[in-house]
């Protein structure tokens, strides 16, 4: 597994491909989903409600790392701090 640093900053998008990689991440999950409230339906998550997730996490300073095996994401931070998102393809799984 390969964690690198993608700082955020309240005000700068997330790249457009790590958006569309964060979204299928969190619609992967849509049991945890349901549970967390993050989103109004977890059947249909969508980039824009993705990026405000990511905003809220975004303070200055701060660094969240994707998680990567391989080319493929398989772990991102929630917005609160030590809670990752696996996605339901990879839990239980070595990655």
Same mark, same amino acid.
């Given at each position: 597994m390969i964690l690198t640093a993608l700082p955020l900053a309240a005000g700068h998008d997330i790249p457009g491909p790590l958006l569309t990689e964060l979204t299928a991440l969190y @619609?992967?999950?849509? /049991?945890?989903?349901? !549970?967390?409230?993050?989103?109004?339906?977890?059947?249909?998550?969508?980039?824009e409600q993705v990026a405000?997730?990511? /905003?809220? @996490?975004a303070t200055e300073g701060a660094e969240v790392l994707p998680a990567r095996s391989g /080319?493929? !994401?398989?772990?991102? =931070?929630? =917005?609160?701090?030590?809670?990752?998102?696996?996605?339901?393809?990879?839990?239980?799984?070595?990655?």
């Open positions: @619609a992967s999950n849509r /049991e945890f989903q349901a !549970l967390s409230g993050d989103f109004p339906d977890p059947h249909d998550i969508r980039p405000a997730l990511a /905003e809220q @996490a /080319e493929r !994401l398989v772990g991102w =931070p929630s =917005p609160w701090p030590g809670t990752p998102t696996p996605p339901t393809r990879t839990r239980g799984s070595d990655c």
